[in-house]
C-alpha cells in the first residue's frame, strides 16, 4: 500500500491545477511544500485573463486558505530548483516517500537515489512522444493531445506509464493563442490525467490504462520549436474547431 503522497508546489499553473483537483475531489495530499518561482506571475496572469479559464481550473490558487481548510501542514521552502539540497532534506524529514512534481527542473540521480518516488505528468503520450514541447509537435504532426502519468526515473521522460489520457480540443479560433495552449491546455491535461489517480490512491493499479492514440512526431525527444512551427500547430487546431460541437478541451480516451 502506497502512503498518501506530499505535493510539491512549485508556484504556477500547473501546481494551481494540481490543487484545483485535490478541491475538487475533496482529497488533500499529506503535506505540502512550498517552493518559490519567481517567474510564475507571467503564466497565472496570462491564464487568469482568458475569457475560458474557468471552464478550467483557478489559476491563482490561495495554497494558505487550502491548507487552513484541510489541516494540511505547509512547509515553505526557499528553494527555487527542485535539485536544491535543502530542499531534499527537508522532503526527507516529512516521512512521506512519494511526491507530486509539479516543476522546478530536471530531478537528478543524485535525488533519486535518495528514495523519494516523483510522481509526474507529462504532456504527451510515453514513450513515444517526449520532450517538453512534445504537445505542440503532435497537434502539429497528427492533431493528438495526451498526458501520461509516471514515476521519474533517472533517463528523462523513460519510466514507465500509470495512466495516459487523450484529449480533443475544440475552441473558435479568436480565443487559440499560445498563452492558452502553455497556460490553461497544457496544466489542464495534466491535472485531468492526475485526476483518476489522486481519487483512487493509492489502489492506482484499477485505474491505470495506456491508451496508444498518438504517433511519434520524431524519432527524438521534442524540445526547441521554431516560433513558426508553434504557429502552425495553433492554426491546426484552430481549423479543427467546429461550431456545431461542444467548445472546450474533452477527455476521450
Same mark, same amino acid.
Given at each position: ?22 478541491? $475538487? ?31 478550467? /481550473? ?11 481548510? /484541510? ?8 528553494? $527555487? ?26 530531478? $537528478? ?15 504527451? $503520450? ?10 505542440? /509537435? ?33 475552441? +473558435? +479560433? ?27 490512491? +493509492? ?51
Amino acid at each position: 500500500m502506497l502512503e498518501r503522497p506530499g505535493f510539491i508546489f512549485f508556484p504556477g499553473c500547473r501546481a494551481s491545477a494540481y490543487l484545483d483537483i485535490m478541491q $475538487q475531489l475533496t482529497m488533500p495530499p499529506a503535506c505540502i511544500v512550498l517552493m518559490q518561482n519567481p517567474l510564475a506571475e507571467r503564466g497565472i496572469q496570462a491564464a487568469s485573463s482568458h475569457p475560458l479559464v474557468q471552464r478550467f /481550473y483557478q489559476p491563482d490558487a490561495d495554497i494558505e486558505a487550502f491548507c487552513q481548510q /484541510y489541516n494540511v501542514p505547509l512547509y515553505v521552502s526557499s528553494a $527555487q530548483s527542485i535539485n536544491d539540497a535543502e530542499l531534499t532534506k527537508l522532503l526527507l524529514r516529512q516521512g512521506c516517500r512519494h511526491w507530486l512534481f509539479s516543476g522546478g527542473g530536471i530531478v $537528478q540521480p543524485k535525488v533519486l537515489a535518495t528514495g523519494l518516488k516523483f510522481l509526474h505528468v507529462h504532456p504527451g $503520450q510515453m514513450p513515444e512522444v517526449r520532450g517538453s514541447t512534445c504537445f505542440y /509537435y503532435s497537434l502539429l504532426h497528427d492533431l493528438t493531445l495526451a498526458a501520461s502519468a509516471f514515476f521519474l526515473e533517472a533517463e528523462l521522460d523513460a519510466g514507465p506509464s500509470i495512466l495516459c489520457r487523450h484529449f480533443h480540443i475544440n475552441i +473558435p +479560433p479568436a480565443l487559440l493563442s499560445s498563452d492558452f495552449i502553455d497556460y490553461i491546455v497544457d496544466p489542464y491535461i495534466r491535472a485531468e490525467t492526475l485526476k483518476p489517480l489522486w481519487q483512487h490512491w +493509492p489502489d492506482i493499479s484499477d485505474v491505470s490504462k495506456v491508451a496508444k492514440l498518438s504517433t511519434p512526431p520524431s524519432d527524438r525527444p521534442c524540445y526547441v520549436m521554431h516560433p513558426v512551427l508553434r504557429a502552425m500547430a495553433i492554426q491546426r487546431v484552430a481549423a479543427s474547431y467546429n461550431a456545431s460541437n461542444e467548445t472546450g478541451v474533452f477527455h476521450y480516451a
